[in-house]
């Protein structure tokens, strides 16, 4: 099964070697057929600190870092 790869916008540095990407995605509501906004955060690996708040970057998934990491920065 291959690897998902997402694209979003670092929202926090806050934590040493992890950003938190806020990745959104848009879908037509089943019943008014209006365009949906829907958003979800990702705790990804960044193992040099190399992103700050407001890049775009795209994250990979991977083996587990820590309870919550799960993805890990593939470039910006």
């Known amino acids: 099964m291959p690897k998902r790869i997402l694209q979003g916008v670092v929202t926090s540095d806050a934590?040493?070697?992890t950003?938190?990407?806020?990745?959104?995605?848009?879908?037509?509501?089943?019943?008014?057929?209006?365009t949906i906004r829907k958003?979800?955060?990702?705790?990804?690996?960044?193992?040099n600190?190399?992103?700050?708040a407001g890049d775009a970057v795209r994250i990979?998934?991977?083996?587990p870092y820590s309870k919550t990491k799960?993805?890990?920065v593939l470039e910006a």
């Open 70 to 72: 799960r993805w890990e």
């Open 49 to 52: 600190n190399a992103y700050k």
């Open 15 to 17: 934590n040493a070697q």
């Open 39 to 47: 958003s979800k955060k990702y705790r990804a690996h960044d193992p």
């Open 19 to 34: 950003v938190t990407v806020s990745v959104e995605r848009r879908l037509k509501h089943p019943v008014l057929q209006k």
């Open 60 to 63: 990979i998934e991977c083996a």
